[in-house]
Antibody, heavy 117, light 107 residues
Framework: QAQLMQSGGEVKKPGDSVRVSCKASGYSFVNSGMSWVRQAPGEGLEWMAWINVYNGNTNYAQRLQGRVTVTSDTSTNTAYMELMSLRSDDTAVYYC??????????WGQGTLVIVSS | DVQMTQSPSSLSASVGDTVTITCRASRNIHTYLTWLQQKPGKAPTLLIYGASTLKTGVPSRFSGSGSGTDFTLTIRSLQPEDVATYFCHQVYGTPSSFGGGTKVDIK
């Protein structure tokens, strides 16, 4: 079955960058989209970005535009999300999730990124 | 952008009760509405898509209804394993957006 396995947690300082990876298995990676969603501690879900793995087209949340970049590597079935100029309010669990026209599924297990001086 | 308003933000019910969660979209999203379940410390999982289609393997006590702007998630005969936060999620407009969540626990 479709699965997404994310990289481990990170602790970063303000101003740093972080890159989270997401390895897909059990479905056609190249023929799907991938979204990234984050969840601050005790908060709701915030959509961040999307990539069409087939052609590399991307779409970003306006409030993160310029700080977030999503990419994919079809040779390893891996998607990446890089967030730059980290701030304390970027502390969150970051999820990758396969996006179809009708739903987001499955979700990765999540990667906790802590931003602290 | 489509705003999703979910209510209540939390509820407490007894085992066996029927629980209803509502979600309202700021504009017509047809049936491009999904419901997610997030158990404590875990990633969200898909329960329902297309407003009313149960994902394979989801217990039939879960059901969804609605179209346009108003949607409902119903859990019949609440079970202890249903303790979780439930989110509605619109996949019609870009950017995708989520309701604020409803935390369900057992009395």
């Amino acid at each position: 079955q479709a699965q997404l396995m994310q990289s481990g947690g990170e602790v970063k300082k303000p101003g740093d960058s972080v890159r989270v990876s997401c390895k897909a298995s059990g479905y056609s990676f190249v023929n799907s989209g991938m979204s990234w969603v984050r969840q601050a501690p005790g908060e709701g879900l915030e959509w961040m970005a999307w990539i069409n793995v087939y052609n590399g087209n991307t779409n970003y949340a306006q409030r993160l535009q310029g700080r977030v970049t999503v990419t994919s590597d079809t040779s390893t079935n891996t998607a990446y999300m890089e967030l730059m100029s980290l701030r304390s309010d970027d502390t969150a669990v970051y999820y990758c999730v396969r996006e179809t026209p009708d739903y987001f599924d499955p979700w990765g297990q999540g990667t906790l990124v802590i931003v602290s001086s | 952008d489509v705003q999703m308003t979910q209510s209540p933000s939390s509820l407490s019910a007894s085992v066996g009760d029927t629980v209803t969660i509502t979600c309202r979209a700021s504009r017509n999203i047809h049936t491009y509405l999904t419901w997610l379940q997030q158990k404590p410390g875990k990633a969200p999982t898909l329960l329902i898509y297309g407003a009313s289609t149960l994902k394979t393997g989801v217990p039939s006590r879960f059901s969804g209804s609605g179209s346009g702007t108003d949607f409902t998630l119903t859990i019949r005969s609440l079970q202890p394993e249903d303790v979780a936060t439930y989110f509605c999620h619109q996949v019609y407009g870009t950017p995708s957006s989520f309701g604020g969540g409803t935390k369900v626990d057992i009395k």
